[in-house]
């Protein structure tokens, strides 16, 4: 597993080092003497780093949807389509308020990426043990009804190993029992373009990263659904979103928009994105 993630090293360098040695670990260690927002922001400077390291142009599409439910003081269950470890880290790049993260129990041995989601209270789940996952569950139920954060969570419980594959694998319906349980909304992403974080060519100047944030399912529009139900709908969204950002991302080769170094690019993190007209919006 070493081996597969290594570029993060050469890549990010001294950067990543001094962070994981001097700010994740001490802040995975004793995360009761800092503050949540503080270790967030720490995480979040390093991730900016390596989005910039790695060339990502990442262009988000619909993020009123979840800035309106922060503005609101509402907490959303938010589920996303899975192709890359980098998916949550590139959330978290732009996300400002903290959010509890859900990873896979193989997320924890990860060199680097295991002890910087500890240091921001990030939780692992194990799909194998019932009686665990119930209680990562709770865990999330806990902190959507107390509105102490939001949930990002992957209901494939894993990445697809095949990106070219549009269809996500089946949506673990006892993921959505964390919102159902106490009436709090589902927000759903789609994602495509995050699995070339590791595998870029030479030539690529910019990477496309295409994020579509749908419109929240309230308790009302979901209420009369059985969990099965609810992880087709949001999975069957999620498909015919990512078969928008494959055109979109056709489109963005064909323009040569690879070529245009991200450095040229007026832009902070991410740039918000109309994928119908492929422009940048206000």
């Known amino acids: 597993m070493c081996n597969k993630y290594i570029r993060i090293v050469p890549t990010l360098g001294v950067r990543i080092l001094h962070d994981f040695l001097h700010k994740f670990k ?29 060339h990502m142009d990442i262009r988000v599409e619909g993020f009123e949807n979840y800035e309106n ?7 959303a269950l938010i ?28 997320v924890e041995e990860m060199p680097f990426v295991g002890v ?3 240091s921001i209270d990030g939780v692992f789940m ?3 043990d019932l009686k665990q996952s119930l209680k990562i569950i709770l865990q999330c139920s806990s902190y959507l009804k107390e509105k102490k954060s939001s949930v990002l ?10 990106p070219e594959n549009t269809l996500p694998a089946d949506y673990h319906a006892g ?23 590791l595998k870029t060519k030479p030539d690529y100047k910019s990477l496309p990263i295409h994020i579509v944030f749908g419109k929240p399912i309230t308790q009302e529009e979901y209420k009369d659904l059985s969990s099965e139900e609810l992880a087709e709908k949001v999975r069957t969204w999620t498909v015919s ?13 064909e323009m040569g928009e690879h070529k245009i170094p991200l450095r040229k690019r007026k832009r902070d993190v991410f740039v918000r994105y109309d994928f119908n007209e492929m422009k940048e919006i206000g």
């Open 26 to 54: 001490k802040r995975a260690k004793h995360p009761e003497r800092y503050p949540w927002e503080e270790r967030w922001g720490v995480a979040q400077k390093t991730l900016r780093a390596l989005n910039r390291s790695f």
């Open 69 to 75: 439910l922060v503005k609101d003081g509402k907490r």
């Open 79 to 106: 589920v996303a389509n899975h192709t890359s470890f980098l998916d949550p880290l590139i959330l978290m790049s732009f996300i400002n308020e903290p959010l509890l993260l859900v990873g896979k129990k193989e």
């Open 116 to 118: 910087a989601f500890k």
């Open 126 to 128: 194990d799909r194998e």
């Open 153 to 162: 969570i992957f209901p494939e419980g894993t990445r697809n190993k095949d």
């Open 175 to 197: 993921t959505f029992k964390a919102a159902t349980r106490v009436g709090a909304p589902v927000l759903p992403i789609a994602m495509w373009g995050n699995f070339r974080g």
């Open 241 to 253: 979103q990512i078969e928008r950002l494959k055109e979109a991302d056709k489109k963005y080769f």
